[in-house]
């Protein structure tokens, strides 16, 4: 006869063993989980009128081994009128990190008249609404662990 301790220890291993089967759906419903918080995370920081906002999903790694937020694919928006298209990708990069600014082009014949005002920076100044993503990544991720923890546990417990 099996002591008490025994037949509580196999229903844990019991349990255990099917948590195991279904852990690839519990691993992607974290992912899941995790992407859709950093997306709303970094929209947040991104603010303005929601243009780059909706620019901008969360993807799953392959294998279920990651979650990331990033531009969208093979997506394209004209800078100019009569300018080409550029991905969303190169248009965020440039709002993430900063870039430089043309200065006018003089028009007059002694070369100091401009058809635009004059320009007092030469590059502007990143939003980083990633990187601030990124640096609340450990909070989030925690936040999310601890709920997968809890999950896990209670199907180790026989309550789900």
């Known amino acids: ?3 008490i301790e025994q037949r509580e220890l196999d229903q844990i291993l019991s349990r255990w063993d099917e948590l195991l089967k279904k852990y690839p759906s519990a691993k992607a419903d ?3 989980r995790l992407g859709q918080t950093l997306l709303e995370d970094v929209r947040r920081h991104i603010g303005g009128s929601g243009k780059v906002q909706g620019w901008q999903e969360w993807h799953r790694g392959s294998k279920n081994g990651y979650a990331a937020v990033r531009p969208k694919a093979k997506t394209y928006q004209a800078t100019h009128k009569k300018s080409d298209a550029y991905t969303v990708g190169y248009v965020t990069n440039a709002i993430e ?3 430089r600014v043309r200065r006018p082009q003089p028009t007059g014949r002694d ?3 401009y058809t635009r005002g004059r320009i007092n920076q030469l590059r502007t100044e990143g939003r980083r609404f990633y990187e601030m993503t990124r640096v609340r990544m450990d909070a989030i991720g925690q936040k999310e662990l601890a709920r997968f923890a809890e999950e896990i546990a209670r199907r180790l417990e026989g309550a789900a």
């Open 1 to 3: 006869m099996q002591s």
């Open 97 to 99: 990190n900063g870039h």
């Open 30 to 32: 974290l992912l899941d």
């Open 111 to 113: 070369g100091y008249h």
